[in-house]
């Protein structure tokens, strides 16, 4: 063998250790374990007193991360179901504000805590009768949106949260409003009307031609985007005018907007990568 050779004369004795004063278990244990690990207390799993007791330590439990997105409480359609009308909007007794609207077909089955889209803003219902129900407006709700500018006797497009049977008519639909806009042009063609809305710069990067928009949270398709004059338009055929409250509106009045929520998804999503 060479210099691979070696003797066992160099290495140290290990001291007697009589049978009867070590348990049968232990015995066993030092018959397995290789001549160099005879000396235990070089080895930090060995806990102390008992030299041969093994200490296992289970790895802690990451956090799980925070999401970035908030979750989605409430989803509609776009799909106006009935015209409202608004029989009060005011200051309540804890100096909130509310507003009250007459209805009949979104009060079937209606519950407390229960969403509606009012004109496209998701509202919860904190009070019902057999004809009405009242919503509660945050400060950010009335700077966002243009419920603002409601008065009693105004009609407002409303909409129940959807059900997992309900049918999706129109497309996702949030109820939470990303800005205003303001309509600036309505033409008539035929029995049909055309609508151009104008709104801010960082709206309408989201709003393409054939895309979904809600106006008012009525889900309508985009015909044309004009980026210079920051304005686009949309057509609404003679049913729709009769179901909701867009066309009922004069020029220079202001619609609340939700863009379709997958453009913005897709922009999350690339802007991660950089």
């Keep these: 063998m060479g210099a691979q050779s070696f003797s066992l004369t160099f290495l140290p004795k290990t001291p007697k250790i009589s049978p009867s004063k070590i ?3 232990k015995l ?4 397995l374990l290789p001549y160099k690990l005879l000396n235990l ?3 930090s799993t060995i806990s102390k007193p008992n030299p041969f007791s093994l200490t296992i330590t289970k ?3 990451l956090p799980k991360p925070k999401s970035h997105f908030q979750p989605i409480r409430s989803l509609f359609t776009g799909i106006v179901e009935e015209m409202g009308k608004v029989q009060n909007l005011g200051d309540n007794k804890d100096g909130g504000v509310e507003l009250k609207i007459g209805a009949e077909t979104v009060l079937e089955g209606v519950n407390l805590g229960d969403s509606i889209a009012v004109n496209g803003t998701c509202l919860t219902v904190t ?3 057999n004809q009405d ?4 407006l945050s400060p950010e709700t009335l ?3 243009s419920l603002i500018e409601l008065k009693i006797g105004s009609l407002v497009n409303l909409e129940r949260a959807v059900q997992p049977i309900s049918r999706m008519g129109g497309h996702f639909v949030q109820g939470h409003v990303d800005g205003t806009g303001v309509i600036v042009e309505k033409v008539p063609e035929g029995d049909s009307l055309w609508i151009k809305v104008k709104t801010e710069k960082g709206l309408l990067k989201y709003i393409v031609p054939k895309g979904f928009i809600a106006v008012d949270g009525t889900s309508l398709t985009v015909v044309d985007v004009f980026e210079e004059e920051g304005c686009f338009n949309f057509m609404l055929v003679s049913y729709t005018q009769q179901k909701i409250v867009v066309p009922l509106k004069e020029v220079g009045q ?3 907007l939700e863009v379709d929520i997958l453009g913005k998804y897709v922009e999350r999503l690339l802007s991660s990568r950089c």
């Design 23 to 25: 348990p049968t278990a």
């Design 28 to 31: 066993t244990i030092l018959n």
């Design 41 to 43: 207390n070089k080895f």
């Design 59 to 61: 790895p802690s439990k």
């Design 127 to 129: 009070d019902f009768t």
């Design 133 to 136: 129900f009242t919503v509660g």
């Design 143 to 145: 700077r966002k949106t």
């Design 254 to 256: 202001k619609v609340n």
